[in-house]
């Protein structure tokens, strides 16, 4: 999806706390602020929001020195999500439909702030899983589950990984093969393969990327192969449904609609949880 105006102050003010966290300078930081602010007034909004921001954070890398300041923090949320893991565990065996619940589980990480506290969230965990799901997709999303053996579930955030996991056991334990896919170097929070297997995920694919979201053109002929090849694919998050909602692509994205360009986009609330069949996905089944 191409970038909308509300993205340019998205993307300024993202700017501004991956400054914060990759230095304590403020010449430096504000340095960055007015370069990304000339560039921002001349920006191209036929990009996708990811594409946007690549210059930005690859001028937040260099005036710091600094190409992973979220090392730390990505450590610490998926610390803090493995001490979930066995609670997820519980709710998934616990339910009628453990897929469904997986799967709730999955978008569960895309909508928790795992940058925040977690004194409330374990008592809360079951109730989350009540609120606020758009799953109308689910019956095709299962009857895909149930004729494809190979699944490519290309992740988002470090923490959230631990999440993704829950379903990608799930779906290992049906007998399928899921190839979990992940940035080949730091960009933000993205999870990287370390992260990855550090969150207990075994098959790890690096996508030959190191820009947010899903842009085809910066992925390794490797990674765009196996991607071309694969009759079904789960995609986590909002960058990955900017950067491959518009492609012919057999999608099923998972995520929390998180401003308004997106819920304009996908036709739902700001805060709805959702399960989405790509538009260009058509069952063969």
């Known amino acids: 999806m191409k970038s909308e105006i509300e993205c340019l102050t998205c993307i300024y003010n993202q700017i501004l706390r991956i400054s914060k966290v990759a230095t304590d300078n403020n010449d430096k930081i504000e340095l960055i602020l007015k370069e990304s602010a000339k560039y921002l007034g001349n920006a191209n909004l036929n990009l996708t929001p990811p594409e946007l921001a690549q210059p930005l954070y690859k001028l937040v890398y260099k005036a710091t020195n600094n190409d992973d300041p979220y090392k730390k923090i ?6 803090t999500a493995l001490n979930l893991y066995p609670k997820l565990k519980e709710i998934v065996e616990k339910g009628s439909d453990k897929l469904l619940e997986s799967v709730k589980v999955a978008i569960m990480g895309n909508a928790i702030d795992l940058g925040s506290t977690f004194d409330n969230v374990e008592i809360d965990l079951e109730k989350f899983l ?17 004729n494809e053996r190979g699944i490519l579930f290309i992740g ?20 399928k093969e899921v ?33 947010a979201g899903t842009v085809l053109y910066s992925l390794s002929d490797e990674f765009i192969n196996i ?7 789960i995609a986590k998050g909002q960058a ?19 401003c308004s360009p997106i819920s304009r986009s996908i036709g739902y609330p700001i805060g709805t949880n959702i399960l989405l069949k790509s538009k260009k996905f058509k069952l063969k089944y």
């Open 74 to 79: 990505k450590e610490n949320h998926i610390n």
């Open 130 to 146: 009540m609120d606020n799901f758009e799953l109308s997709d689910y019956g095709e999303f299962k009857k895909a589950i149930e």
């Open 156 to 175: 988002d955030n470090a923490g959230e990984t631990v999440f993704d996991r829950i379903l990608i056991e799930f779906l290992t334990d049906l007998g």
């Open 179 to 211: 190839k979990y896919a992940v940035k080949s170097k730091p960009i933000i929070n993205d999870a990287t393969k370390e992260d990855a297997l550090n969150s207990g995920i075994p098959v790890v694919l690096e996508t030959g990327s190191n820009m």
């Open 227 to 233: 991607l071309n090849s694969s009759n079904l694919i």
């Open 240 to 258: 990955n449904y900017e950067t491959l909602s518009h492609e012919e692509l057999p999608i099923f994205f998972l995520l929390k609609i998180k």
